[in-house]
């Protein structure tokens, strides 16, 4: 159960590590939250292809909300997703929890909302379920998350992996 937990925290900090460091550039009028494709907005079609993805940050073997830091384990994530253009996805990742690592698949389903910010639930290959937040920067070539589940502090970035053909 133990193991599951963290794997499930590890594929989310991937996915939010990703997802986070689009949103946290630069304070913009108006949020933090810029409004990447003011002019044109994003949709499902705007995140295609691979992503190359890191992540770090901490989590609570308990899954409860941090009350301090002594019960917490350090994680590190580096995933390569793939995203359809129209709402699902799917990663294989190595995590690296308190010096134990791994690697695990998973795949879900994702929503991008007109200003670039989404949601991803990932189904993780133990059956665990995981929430990350995101926004998406760059035209579409990076994406920023945060996990959005209690217990896990985590921060992620995906950068577009590019094929050299093109």
């Known amino acids: 159960m ?8 590890l594929v989310c900090l991937t996915v939010s ?37 890191a992540a770090d940050g901490l989590v609570n073997p308990t899954g409860q909300p941090f009350v301090s830091t002594s019960a917490t384990i350090p994680i590190a994530v580096m995933a390569v997703q793939s995203f359809d253009g129209a709402g699902k996805f799917s990663q294989s990742n190595t995590s690296n929890v308190g010096g134990f690592v791994f690697t695990a698949t998973g795949s879900g389903t994702y929503t991008v909302n007109a200003d670039c ?10 059956g665990e379920v995981i929430h990350i937040s995101f926004v998406i920067v760059d035209n579409g070539r990076q994406i920023l998350s945060v996990s959005a589940d209690p217990g896990v502090i985590s921060f992620a970035r995906a950068i577009r992996i590019v094929n050299p053909q093109d």
């Open 2 to 9: 133990r193991r599951a937990l963290i794997l499930g925290v």
């Open 117 to 126: 910010s989404g949601s991803v639930i990932a189904n993780l290959s133990n």
């Open 17 to 53: 590590t990703v997802l986070a460091l689009s949103v946290l550039g630069t304070k913009h009028p108006g949020g933090i939250l810029a409004k990447v494709y003011a002019h044109e907005g994003c949709s499902l079609g705007t995140l295609t292809g691979s992503y190359g993805t």
